[in-house]
């Protein structure tokens, strides 16, 4: 190796080093920032636990109060609370601060991409479309019911004149969406759902122009615009829960560095961006950043965070000559490596290699309604093709009246009900897992999680809540706890942040000279005297007695008053609530689960003999969790896969169906499908038992439009349909199915949330699912 | 017929009103977050 010692200035390194944890979070939390004019910066924090006016005013008050804070504003419906500050004034971490203070979990939402402003125009666009729908259909309704109820021939005509002038400029407006999605259709040789519906529309359209201006009365300007009503609030609603499908690849960059400082061979130092790093450049990389690529360790040792490698956040010392992944973040001092390759060669890149791979994978997946589209589309046509040659045949030669019943076999079937069977029912699947706290990322994530026969969690993180338990091996006196809450409260660190929630009510005491000392921990002084709190041995420094290794079994951290005892505590990490009952009600109703984990044999087997699960597999590589779900999906299962770090990144995508908390990594909740918020394990569950659900309501309306067209087939081949039997039986049978839909959602409002948990104890799992 | 010529346009202006509040509306957000409107009358302050 050539590699030079690193050449710094003691003061420098003094800089990097204060705060590091701290220093760490603000930069994420910046990271994840949009700026605003003016210099401002906006994030927009998820608050799960934030239900009623009370959590609003609480929050928005306290988050007032920051001088640097302009505006923060939150989002019941969203759970959501954007904050807009001044990154000059006052650093993003107060606000981290003030949610934990009010004691709200909380997490960060990514604003950097551009998708989602595109998806809220788009949504807006619907909505507007949807308006000018709804007021033309009432207007020309209002028209329409005189003409039925037996207008003169006049007014009829004068009537229908004026509703042809309403539903021109409307249709064509509010019908664009499918218009163009019907046109894209076509280019490419294939039928959806939007042909029959735009051919009804626009014939029907054109047809009754023609009726009008001739003196007719079969005038369809009505159905035409309440068809386009009745639709555009299926596509909104079908917009409004395709969510936030954003790419996981797009966050994926955003964890890596964007460069690094490289050490030329004269010593001199300049920055290197990100492409351009190749093999064997030196590079230094300060403390707080993370590896641009895959590197060798050049300085004697460092502090690394594999958290994003091996999803297990726990600090591993490397030596020099080791080898670190790209994305492994350095805790400690700055360190001197060398580039083993460039950014496209290095771990992240192949990670994001095989998401891509695993998404593709899945977009084979064809949705129920367009599955029902390629069937229903050509029937439609073909019936109303029929139609046209029969009546041409007995009328012998009636051109008109031939084309009329066609157009109206078009109308009578044209997919109302249909547009909305699934649309109404998974916003309704939506909403109710929205109250559960799960976010969805889209509607076909509810049709493949009601497939799903089988459960592959992830451990750390996933079946265990990644937040260290704390237990205190040996006794505190009252002042010792004050002491270690202080220095706790000071470090970012993972294990840190888990003792101070261990003391969160014991009261803070003044200390001086606070610092952090980076792979050690924290220290300070407290009435003259050194504490320390971290790595046993470097406590045990300062403590009376020389502690032996023999002291420090399966102990972490420790905490000491120079010349005084060694206190130690132990920290393990424990499954999240509801998880044995979580994988019992799998079981009951007929799932298997096992555990996939990149862990060590022993502690993967202590968490699976915890919460009762019989197959596990350890020390498994991103890839090696693929290729398992791979086989599982080979031999014919559909797994739900459950994990969150960036290592389950790829295996999420792989997976039938994918679940993540919202504390995975941006990568995993990326490639998850569904994201809950809650800390038990039991929302899993919950998500299952709301898609199976809501496929059966699907299939309900399904069969209850599909009633409808075959009673209503016959009338209008016959020629009976006129306006007023077109206009009742569409109205009805959507009415109809929304209703069928709702039902789900009312029977949950109407038992009270106690009634709700007592009934899901009274009646096994086995009996409400047996179907 | 007479009353019809008053009539039907207005009825369509207060339809078209209607639209026109419902753009509005839109427009400048107020449909983002029902449930907190709906929390929000309560606030005592």
Same mark, same amino acid.
């Given at each position: ?8 200035? @003691?003061? $420098? ?8 944890? =701290? ?52 989002? /019941? ?14 650093? !993003?971490? *107060? ?40 007021? !033309? ?6 028209? $329409? ?8 021939? *006049? ?15 409307? #249709? ?18 294939r039928l959806n759902m939007d042909v029959p519906i735009s051919l009804a529309v626009l014939l029907a359209l054109g047809m009754s122009i023609h009726e009008s ?24 609603? &079908? ?52 590896? @641009? ?10 502090? #690394? ?25 350095? /805790?400690?001092? @700055? ?42 589309? @050509? ?5 109303? =093709? ?21 157009? $109206? ?13 699934? %649309? ?17 990322? &889209? ?7 009601? +497939? ?5 969690? *992830? ?5 265990t809540t990644g937040n260290p338990m704390v237990e205190v091996v040996d006794s505190l006196s009252g002042l010792q706890r004050r002491i270690i809450r202080t220095l706790s ?28 000392? %980076? ?16 790595? %046993? ?35 393990? &990490? ?12 799998? =079981? ?34 991103? $890839? ?10 080979? +031999? ?11 290592? *389950? ?11 993540? %908390? ?72 959507? /009415? ?30 086995? +009996?409400?699912?047996?179907? | ?14 339809? /078209? ?29």
């Amino acid at each position: 190796m050539n590699c030079r010692a690193p050449a710094m200035d @003691p003061k $420098s390194i003094a800089d990097n080093v204060a705060g590091t944890s =701290a220093r760490m979070l603000e930069q994420q939390l910046l990271h994840q920032a949009i700026e605003l004019q003016g210099g401002k910066l906006q994030l927009d924090w998820l608050i799960p636990d934030m239900h009623c006016v009370g959590c609003i005013s609480k929050i928005e008050n306290a988050l007032s109060k920051l001088p640097a804070i302009t505006r923060a504003r939150a989002n /019941l419906s969203l759970r959501k609370v954007s904050v807009i500050w001044d990154p000059k004034i006052g650093p !993003a971490l *107060d606000q981290d601060r003030i949610f934990d203070e009010l004691g709200f979990e909380h997490s960060v939402y990514d604003l950097r991409d551009s998708g989602d402003k595109e998806y809220k125009q788009r949504g807006q666009r619907l909505l507007l479309s949807l308006g000018v729908a709804g007021f !033309a259909a009432a207007n020309i309704m209002l028209l $329409s019911v005189s003409v039925w109820s037996g207008a003169e021939a *006049d007014t009829a005509r004068l009537f229908h004149l004026i509703s042809g002038m309403i539903a021109v400029p409307a #249709i064509f407006y509010a019908g664009r969406p499918f218009f163009a999605s019907a046109c894209n259709a076509l280019r490419v040789g294939r039928l959806n759902m939007d042909v029959p519906i735009s051919l009804a529309v626009l014939l029907a359209l054109g047809m009754s122009i023609h009726e009008s201006l001739v003196g007719g009365q079969q005038a369809y300007f009505d159905a035409a615009v309440t068809l386009l009503f009745f639709l555009l609030v299926g596509r909104y609603l &079908d917009h409004v829960i395709r969510g936030r499908a954003r790419e996981a690849v797009q966050h994926l960059t955003g964890i890596t560095s964007r460069g690094a400082t490289r050490i030329m061979p004269d010593g001199e130092t300049i920055y290197v961006p990100l492409e351009e790093i190749d093999c064997d450049m030196s590079l230094r990389i300060l403390a707080g950043e993370r590896f @641009p690529v895959n590197v060798r360790l050049c300085s004697e040792s460092a502090e #690394i965070d594999r958290s994003i490698v091996t999803g297990e956040s726990q600090t591993v010392t490397m030596h020099a000559g080791e080898l670190i992944e790209a994305g492994a973040l350095n /805790l400690s001092a @700055p360190v001197m490596v060398e580039a083993l390759g460039s950014a496209d060669e290095s771990f992240l890149a192949e990670i994001q290699k095989m998401i891509e791979a695993a998404e593709n994978g899945r977009s084979e997946y064809v949705r129920i309604a367009d599955r029902a589209a390629q069937i229903y589309a @050509p029937a439609v046509h073909l019936l109303a =093709a029929i139609a046209f040659v029969v009546w041409l045949y007995i009328t012998k030669g009636n051109f008109n009246l031939s084309i009329n019943i066609a157009i $109206s076999v078009l109308i009578i079937t044209c997919p109302c009900a249909l547009g909305l069977a699934v %649309p109404v029912a998974h916003v309704v699947g939506a909403s109710r897992l929205l109250r559960k706290g799960v976010l969805m990322r &889209d509607g076909s994530a509810l049709e493949r999680m009601a +497939e799903a026969d089988c459960v592959v969690f *992830d451990k750390t993180g996933t079946i265990t809540t990644g937040n260290p338990m704390v237990e205190v091996v040996d006794s505190l006196s009252g002042l010792q706890r004050r002491i270690i809450r202080t220095l706790s409260s000071s470090s970012y660190h993972p294990l840190s942040k888990a003792i101070s929630r261990y003391f969160i009510d014991t009261e803070e005491i003044e200390l001086s000279k606070v610092t952090e000392v %980076p792979g050690f921990g924290v220290e300070g002084i407290a009435n003259k005297q050194k504490v320390r709190l971290g790595n %046993p041995e470097w406590v045990g420094k300062i403590a009376k007695e020389d502690t032996g290794p023999s002291n420090l079994t399966n102990c972490q951290v420790a905490f000491a008053k120079e010349g005084d005892r060694l206190i130690r505590f132990r920290m393990f &990490d424990v499954p999240r609530p509801e998880s044995t009952e979580t994988i019992q009600m799998f =079981a009951k109703a007929g799932l298997g689960s096992e555990i996939l984990s990149g862990d060590s044999l022993s502690e993967v087997k202590r968490i699976a003999d915890l919460v009762g699960v019989e197959k596990y597999r350890s020390e498994k590589s991103p $890839s090696d969790k693929i290729q398992r779900l791979q086989s599982l999906k080979q +031999e014919g299962r559909r797994s739900i896969m459950a994990g969150d770090g960036l290592n *389950d990144a790829p295996a999420l995508a792989a997976g039938h169906v994918s679940v993540a %908390p919202a504390s995975a990594c941006d990568v995993g909740r990326h490639a998850a499908d569904f994201i809950f918020t809650g800390t038990g394990l039991g929302s899993i569950f919950d998500v299952w038992r709301i898609s199976r659900e809501t496929a059966l309501v699907v299939k309900q309306n399904f069969i209850i439009a599909a009633v409808y067209n075959c009673l209503a087939i016959p009338f209008a081949m016959a020629g009976y349909v006129t306006p007023l039997i077109a206009a009742l039986a569409m109205s009805a049978s959507s /009415l109809l199915v929304i209703a069928n839909s709702f039902r789900p959602f009312l029977k949950e409002s109407l038992l009270e949330p106690d009634q709700q948990s007592r009934a899901r104890q009274e009646i096994g799992p086995e +009996e409400r699912y047996a179907a | 017929m007479n009353q019809l010529i008053i009539l039907i346009p207005v009825a369509l202006l207060l339809g /078209l009103a209607g639209l026109i509040a419902f753009i509005w509306n839109l427009k400048s957000g107020q449909y983002e977050d029902l449930d907190g409107a709906a929390e929000r009358i309560l606030d005592e302050d």
